[in-house]
């Protein structure tokens, strides 16, 4: 998919490797200057930011926990000084799953952590990027997963409950943002084949996954990029509070 999105600034969380890297790109081919948030993966978000330079877009690479209210600022006043103060796209796609716990055993360290990088990051971005954001065509993806509406798989259940928070959340948002013309939607990916399954997920799981997936396998991180062109398109322009499923059939209505 194609989409003319020269002169756009982005940003987004969490982009230096899986889905959020795979959307920064594809924004910038698609002519937008990214930003590229990381917490910790330096290296790999330097040679994210190298393949968007090699396509003649900026791109500032910024670290910050999205989860820390005061990095976030940070990080805002970080993007304004490199690409202005207007805002066009923020792709909220940091999260993260810390460790596989059952409930019966779950630290609650576990629980607040997980919590705050995958649904506190959310509102936070968000809040920090509203009066930033352009009106009449702004636009804010927020990465949600299958898992918000099944559950998701052994000892998810928190990282399954902040991401459900996500696709709630993201409703609201739309309500708030629609009187000024900026959309709000979500993703929920399936099972994609990403850093992220390769720390958190056994080979065996994953082929688990794969067979009660209809398509018969699990999903790469370039599966969500239509949806997230489509998403910042103006032929998405009267979509908002949706959230698209890109699972491959394992979760339908």
């Known amino acids: 998919m194609k989409v003319d999105l020269a002169g756009k600034k982005a ?3 969490g982009a230096s490797t899986g889905i959020g890297r795979a959307i920064a790109i594809a924004l910038a081919r698609n002519g937008a200057d990214v930003a590229v948030n990381y917490c910790s993966s330096r290296a790999a978000a330097e040679e994210v930011a190298r393949e968007i330079r090699a396509l003649g877009r900026q791109c500032p690479v910024i670290q910050a926990d999205v989860a820390v209210k005061a990095e976030v600022a940070r990080l805002f006043a970080e993007v304004e000084a490199a690409l202005g103060p207007t805002l066009d796209i923020l792709v909220n796609n940091a999260g993260g799953l810390l460790s596989r716990e059952l409930i019966a055993v779950m630290k609650e ?61 993201t409703k609201n948002l739309a309500k708030e943002l629609a009187p000024r013309g900026i959309t709000a939607n979500g993703i929920a990916p399936g099972v994609m084949a990403t850093p992220f399954h390769e720390k958190y997920s056994t080979p065996e799981l994953m082929q688990r996954f794969a067979a009660n997936t209809p398509l018969g396998h699990n999903g790469a991180a370039e599966d969500c990029v239509g949806a997230a062109l489509f998403l910042v398109s103006p032929e998405a322009s009267f979509v908002t509070g949706e959230m698209i499923e890109v699972n491959g059939g394992m979760l339908m209505d």
């Open 11 to 13: 940003l987004v969380t």
């Open 109 to 169: 360290e576990t629980f607040d952590r997980v919590v705050a990088v995958n649904f506190k990051s959310v509102f936070l971005c968000s809040q920090a990027a509203m009066p930033r954001l352009a009106d009449g065509t702004g636009r804010v993806i927020s990465i949600s997963s299958v898992a918000a509406r099944n559950g998701g798989g052994p000892g998810a259940s928190v990282y399954a409950a902040s991401k459900a928070a996500v696709s709630c959340f």
